[in-house]
């Protein structure tokens, strides 16, 4: 009987901690409140050893009520969080700061670091749209683009990326998102052939009729 309690204790203990980790990465996304998060976690603290629970300890132990306490949040579960979260969260960081900076190196910074995430062999339709940008970016040096239509276009991109995330409400929706990109093409398709402005195209981006 004693072998059963201590094995039903650890079973209790992960499933405990599975919970704790899925809202953590919803107070990453946004997907719920850090009231609410807090509120759980002091729940949990009440039947959790602290000094066993490292994970727990640390969660515990971030100020909530800091402006930057993503930050440490993100640092903690870095080893827990798929790559699709760690690319969404950092999408929906760089995006709020660039949609709102009007100076133009403080974007291009930002920019890049959105860029950086970007890796041909993911199958992520939203980071094309930022792929596109850079390569427009290229062409501002050749005089093929105008640096401020591109800059206008980027910010454009990222308030519809933000107001996109914002809008949904479940991890499931957001990583929707982040694969198959805009449901709806709303965003200016520019085809980096002599400047040639394409049409609308519902569904499909400019890229996969270069496949």
């Known amino acids: 009987m004693r072998h059963g309690k201590i094995g039903e204790d650890k079973i209790k203990g992960i499933e405990i901690m599975e919970e704790v980790k899925e809202k953590a990465i919803e107070l990453l996304l946004d997907i719920i409140s850090k009231e609410d998060f807090e509120m759980m976690l002091y729940e949990k603290v009440k039947s959790e050893d602290l000094i066993k629970n490292s994970l727990l300890f640390e969660l515990v132990n971030i100020n909530y009520r800091l402006e930057g306490f993503k930050k440490p949040l993100l640092e903690i579960l870095r080893k827990e969080i798929s790559e699709e979260v760690f690319i969404i969260y950092n999408i929906k960081l760089y995006s709020e700061k660039i949609k709102d900076e009007n100076n133009t190196k403080t974007i291009l910074h930002y ?75 709303d965003i200016e398709i520019l085809s980096i052939k002599n400047k040639f402005m394409t049409k609308t195209i519902p569904h499909k981006k400019w890229y996969e009729f270069w496949k």
């Open 111 to 185: 920019f890049s670091k959105i860029y950086n995430l970007f890796d041909f062999d993911q199958e992520y339709s939203l980071m094309w749209d930022f792929y596109n940008i850079n390569e427009e970016l290229d062409l501002v040096e050749f005089g093929y683009e105008n640096e401020s239509e591109v800059i206008m276009n980027l910010k454009k991109i990222c308030s519809l990326v933000c107001k996109e995330f914002d809008r949904l409400s479940t991890l499931s929706g957001k990583v929707t998102f982040l694969i198959n990109g805009f449901e709806k093409e």
